[in-house]
């Protein structure tokens, strides 16, 4: 059974910094694509940021792109989402993603942590 837990939020003032993590367990994270995923309140869960498993490929929404980093530790199966430079607009509860297969890019079918809540203030 995959599991996944979210750690690291909390409450920061804007342009401040947090690093969530994500542990995984019941895979082997190496081999499946992984992903972050953001949703604020009444708004629809959206992509953030997603690092493949094969080599060091990453992805970023536009939103993102300069300001957070993905990265994974494979032997901690566990992967990172380092945010800096936080803008209000960054609320959300903050999911972790696997892919469903291995070497799969979509998240759809995958398995999803329960979230962490970061909350930006001014």
């Known amino acids: 059974q995959v599991q996944l837990v979210e750690s690291g939020g909390g409450l920061v003032q804007a342009g401040g910094s947090l690093k969530l993590s994500c542990a995984a367990s019941?895979?082997?994270?190496?081999?499946?694509?992984m992903g972050w995923f953001r949703q604020a309140p009444g708004k629809e869960r959206l992509f953030v940021a997603q690092?493949?498993?094969?080599?060091?490929?990453?992805y970023y929404a536009v939103s993102v792109k300069g300001r957070f980093t993905i990265s994974r530790d494979n032997a901690k199966n566990t992967v990172y989402l380092q945010m800096n430079g936080l803008k209000l607009e960054d609320t959300a509860v903050y999911y972790c993603?696997?892919?469903?297969?291995?070497?799969?890019?979509?998240?759809?079918?995958?398995?999803w942590g329960q979230g962490t809540q970061v909350t930006v203030s001014s």
């Open positions: 019941g895979s082997n994270i190496s081999t499946y694509d």
């Open positions: 690092s493949r498993a094969t080599g060091s490929t990453t």
């Open positions: 993603a696997q892919a469903q297969r291995p070497y799969y890019t979509d998240f759809h079918g995958g398995y």
